[in-house]
Structures are given as C-alpha cells and as structure tokens.
C-alpha cells in the first residue's frame, strides 16, 4: 500500500464508518487515495468481504488524476477478494445491476460498465486502456440487450483490450493486445485477434 499520507482520511472514514451502503461481512476496507471519487446512489450496495479496495493506486507525485466509482440504484458491488484500482479507472455498476470480483488489479485508465451482471473469478489482472461491458448501452431493433460476462480465475488481460457481452473468459487464459473478445475464450490459452490461438497447458504459470 502507499505511504498513510496519499489516502483521502476522510473519505475513508465516510466509506467505512459512516455509510449506509458499505457493509462489512470481513475484515476489508475500503481505501481511497486522493483522486479518488466514489458515488453510491439510492439502496446500492458496496459488500466488503476479507479484501480491501484500494482506489486510485499508483499515481504519480503531485498528479491530479481521478479515479471514479459509481454504483446507481439498487446497484450491488461484491468485493470478495482484494481489488487494485490504479488512478484513471472507471467503475460503473447499473442501476439494479450486479458485479462480483475476487482478487483483481486494474490499471490505469481502464474502463468497466455493469448494466447486468459480471463476474470475475480469483487473480484476474487488466491492463491499461482496456474496456469491459455487458451490454449494447443502446436499443437495437427496438430492445436493449444485455448479457452476463464472466471471466474465471487466474486471467490475464493485455492493454488496450475491449470485452464485448455475453463473453466468457476461460480460467488461465490470457488475452492479448489489441484483442476484441466477443466469442468465449477457452480455458488455459492465449487469445488473441487471429484466428488461431496458443493453448498453454493446465499447470502454465505466468509472473505478475
């Protein structure tokens, strides 16, 4: 964690002590560093579990930049695992929407929009750049489509990378840069924007 001095204090103590839409079910906090905006709208629910969120990670001394989190109405965030947002990343969860993350790390200036459900499993990296959404945010054909993303353990997601709805992300696969994910990716390999794609094998291991 950064020095005690980078932390917004107050805002921690808002987030933790003080608000209705926090609940503890474990030890974790939340943990904003300056920069770092976070809205709970109207019977959202921010659920803690053992993890802490820390928001707004890795910023540059003397940088101004925001990272902003956003749960509308009826929206619910559970946070089963320690998640690192780095400054310049957007989290939005729709009203009456649901996101699920286990142990995760964004990087900066990456972007996620929940207006149904996603979920993510245990020790999924992102990358810079990278854009996550399960719906069209617009109607076609006279509806507004959503469907859930799911994205398993151990998943790792390159710069630059857009996740489309209705995808899925095989545990211990990675996904390249540049890569438009919108078919399901199997399990344990490397997915990238060609046709074909490296299968890793089951006991594969990549370094943080």
């Known amino acids: 964690m950064s020095k005690f001095k980078d932390i917004d204090i107050l805002q921690y103590i808002k987030l933790n002590y003080l608000s209705k839409n926090v609940i503890h079910e474990g030890k974790g906090k939340i943990v904003p560093f300056h920069g770092a905006h976070v809205e709970l709208g109207e019977n959202s629910k921010l659920i803690m579990h053992d993890g802490s969120l820390e928001i707004g990670t890795n910023k540059v001394k003397g940088s101004k930049g925001e990272t902003l989190i956003r749960l509308r109405k009826d929206a619910t965030w559970n946070v089963n695992g320690y998640c690192g947002l780095s ?37 999924v990296m992102i990358g810079r750049n990278t854009v996550i959404y399960d719906s069209d945010f617009h109607v076609l054909n006279g509806e507004k489509s959503s469907k859930e993303v799911t994205i398993g353990d151990h998943v790792w997601i390159a710069t630059n990378v857009t996740v489309l709805k209705g995808v899925h992300i095989g545990g211990g696969s990675v996904i390249g840069a540049g890569t438009i994910v919108k078919e399901n990716v199997p399990d344990h390999v490397i997915f990238g924007s060609k046709a074909e794609h490296v299968i890793l094998s089951e006991n594969a291991d990549w370094e943080r």
Request: net charge negative.
């Open 87 to 123: 400054y310049g990343v957007t989290v939005e969860v729709n009203s009456r929407a649901e996101f699920n993350t286990g142990y995760l790390t964004v990087n900066t200036n990456s972007t996620i929009v929940v207006n149904q459900k996603i979920s993510m499993g245990n020790d």
